[in-house]
């Protein structure tokens, strides 16, 4: 695969969480995303974190594909004003084209849905079904407490560290974004869960 990134799917919550600083996360994101000419991939929500990073991507000037379900728009409407906006029939459908579409994954804070997203997107790369960069923002120390859940399976024996190892964390916006553009050839850096960075 090239190292070019042209579009980044992002996992993130359909919530915007208690603090205002993760929706701030997620708007420097889709801003960061526009300014490199990155397009978004996300699951087509308008509200919580995911709405926040397509309008800023849309306020930057860049492009943006949504993907939901049919079933979930009685919940949740769909995110106006995409370049592409795709109404499909099953969560699965929905994962296999954000999975598809993307040159590269982001992680950022989110619930049980980005939680599965992630796994799923990961537990892909472990067994070969693609080489993309899995990058996970422990903005604020959110991931913190499982990074260190997974640190204890690779001592237990339940994960390699070659497949530990295939998800890079970032502690910063900057640093998240940098990531993805690295080659998938590039080594992995290793999992941290040090504090984060201001």
């Not at 994101?29 to 300014?35: D, F, N, S, T, V």
């Not at 790369?125 to 499982?146: C, E, F, M, S, W």
Request: with cysteine.
């Amino acid at each position: 695969m090239s190292s070019t990134i042209k579009s980044v799917t992002v996992f993130c919550g359909s919530r915007s969480g208690k603090d205002p600083r993760w929706e701030l996360i997620a708007r420097q994101c889709g801003e960061g995303l526009a300014q490199r000419g990155m397009a978004l991939v996300f699951g087509g929500g308008c509200c919580g974190l995911m709405g926040a990073v397509a309008q800023a991507v849309i306020d930057a000037g860049g492009k943006t594909t949504g993907v939901i379900p049919e079933s979930l728009l009685s919940i949740e409407p769909a995110k106006e004003g995409l370049t592409e906006l795709f109404v499909v029939d099953s969560m699965h459908t929905r994962k296999f084209i954000m999975s598809e579409r993307a040159d590269a994954f982001l992680v950022l804070p989110g619930g049980i849905g980005t939680f599965e997203e992630f796994f799923e997107t990961w537990t892909w790369r472990q067994i070969g079904l693609h080489q993309k960069p899995i990058v996970l923002l422990n903005a604020h120390d959110y991931y913190t407490p499982l990074l260190d859940f997974l640190k204890r399976g690779e001592e237990a024996g339940f994960i390699r560290e070659e497949h530990r190892c295939h998800l890079r964390v970032a502690t910063n916006v900057q640093e998240a974004l940098n990531l993805l553009t690295e080659s998938c050839e590039d080594p992995p850096q290793p999992m941290s869960s040090a504090p984060a960075r201001p």
